[in-house]
């Protein structure tokens, strides 16, 4: 299983700094573009971004939390992504813009929180790509606290399909000694790593021994 380090929980003023740390100790470097409209916060932009790319000696994924997601195409195409992750529970029209994003040759996930658990398109977007990105967390839920039947969720997917499943929110390295069972593919981890980086250094190294 990955570690994905999320930039968004690190000191965004030492970012040269942080991403350096990133690239030494850790297997990915996870990066939320949010517009205030699709989730609450307002995160940082492609600028942002474009020189973060610059500084990783790792692969970077990217989280779209926005509204229009097609409104950043020609943006998205100029920072070369491992991965990008579209939010979809605020989109009518996700496989649309799912099968934009692959055109333009966007290496293209979705991302789904409990929102989109009971969504009727659910399995032909599944279908259509390889990496799933699951919020562990709700949107609304200021003190982002971890969802078990998410978690839960998320393990079914990893162990019962050949989906790539990364989980992202609250995840503690608790939960992720307890996920290298499973099938998980990745965890996005900020909090857990940017609070106390050297125990996160330790807890790294322990993951698998």
Request: aromatic share 8%; glycine share 4%.
């Amino acid at each position: 299983m990955k570690i994905s380090s999320s930039i968004a929980s690190s000191d965004i003023l030492r970012i040269g700094e942080e991403v350096r740390f990133a690239n030494h100790y850790f297997d990915d470097i996870h990066l939320d573009v949010a517009d205030g409209i699709a989730v609450g916060e307002i995160s940082f932009g492609f600028k942002m971004c474009s020189r973060i790319c610059e500084l990783a000696a790792v692969p970077v994924s990217l989280h779209l939390e926005v509204s229009n997601p097609l409104q950043y195409v020609e943006q998205v195409k100029e920072c070369d992504f491992d991965i990008v992750f579209i939010q979809i529970d605020c989109l009518k029209n996700a496989k649309e813009v799912v099968r934009i994003y692959q055109e333009n040759q966007i290496p293209t996930g979705i991302n789904l929180s409990n929102l989109d658990l009971g969504r009727e398109e659910l399995g032909e977007l599944l279908g259509m790509t390889e990496h799933v990105l699951i919020n562990t967390t709700c949107h609304n839920d200021v003190q982002q606290r971890l969802r078990m039947d998410m978690l839960d969720y998320s393990v079914r997917l990893a162990d019962e399909t050949p989906h790539k499943v990364w989980v992202d929110g609250a995840i503690s390295w608790e939960i992720a000694h307890r996920l290298r069972e499973s099938d998980i593919y990745a965890a996005v981890m900020g909090r857990a790593i940017f609070l106390d980086r050297d125990k996160a250094v330790e807890n790294k190294k322990n993951l698998y021994q």
